[in-house]
């Protein structure tokens, strides 16, 4: 089965600064989508970014970009200028094509002004 | 225009009861799902139907039942109400397959605050 793995439970960020939260996977699939989605404490699930594993290119998002290494299994979330409406739970996620969606147990961001 | 759209978004309901969520997409997506979000605000999947018919079904109690009258529309019906069930239940909907930046990707509701006492 596969698994998603956020090792950081909390992360903090001073404002305007750049912050990296962490996310591991487990698949013995080749052919798959991975995402980020945010929580604010609204509890709306919002997207926030995604990344087909066949696209070597990693994506971007206005600030948001990932670090994507299919070999490592391996899907960071960069976050550039911090602002404080970043401030959210967020969670990785993992799809196998035509699948739920698997997730990781999130990372609360904090940012400081 | 909200593209999925669950109603009721609090629900506060004594043990016992039996109790409804509605759920609609406007946006044209032939794949719907319910996900549970638990006080440690771990997800999961609940049930997904593609098309009205039910293509996935995790161990859930059988007092959760959901139907799917149309493909736009996915309700979730809860028997005899337990403390445990307490959560946020969110409705999501996605449109595999297709070749856009959009496809494959799930988009969820806002999410439906149960609370049973």
């Known amino acids: 089965a596969q698994t998603v793995t956020q090792s950081q439970p909390e992360m903090s960020v001073q404002e305007a600064e750049t912050v990296t939260l962490s996310c591991t996977y487990d698949?013995?699939?080749?052919?798959?989508?991975l995402f980020w989605y945010k929580q604010p404490p609204s509890r709306q699930m919002i997207l926030v970014i995604r990344?087909?594993?066949?696209?070597?290119q990693n994506a971007t998002e206005n600030r948001f970009s990932v670090n994507f290494q299919k070999a490592a299994k391996s899907f960071s979330l960069k976050i550039s200028d911090s602002q404080l409406g970043d401030a959210a739970m967020y969670f990785c996620?993992?799809?196998?094509?035509?699948?739920?969606?698997?997730f990781g147990a999130g990372t609360i961001l904090r940012v400081k002004s | 225009d909200t593209a999925v759209s669950q109603t009721p978004k609090y629900l506060v309901t004594q043990m016992g009861n039996d109790k409804s969520i509605k759920c609609e997409q406007n946006?044209?997506?032939?794949?719907m799902y319910w996900y549970k979000q638990d006080s440690k605000k771990f997800l999961k999947i609940m049930f997904s139907?593609?098309?009205?018919?039910?293509?996935i079904n995790e161990t859930v109690p059988n007092r959760f039942s959901p139907k799917s009258p149309d493909k736009a529309h996915l309700n979730l019906h809860i028997n005899s109400l337990e403390l445990g069930d307490s959560a946020v239940y969110f409705c999501?909907?996605?449109?595999?397959?297709?070749?856009?930046?959009?496809?494959?990707?799930?988009?969820f509701g806002e999410g439906s605050w149960l609370t049973v006492v």
């Open positions: 990344q087909e594993a066949y696209k070597q």
């Open positions: 946006l044209g997506h032939d794949t």
């Open positions: 698949t013995s699939e080749s052919d798959y989508y």
């Open positions: 996620a993992y799809r196998k094509y035509g699948n739920k969606l698997v």
């Open positions: 999501a909907s996605s449109q595999d397959g297709a070749a856009t930046p959009s496809g494959n990707t799930i988009y």
């Open positions: 139907y593609n098309n009205k018919e039910l293509i």
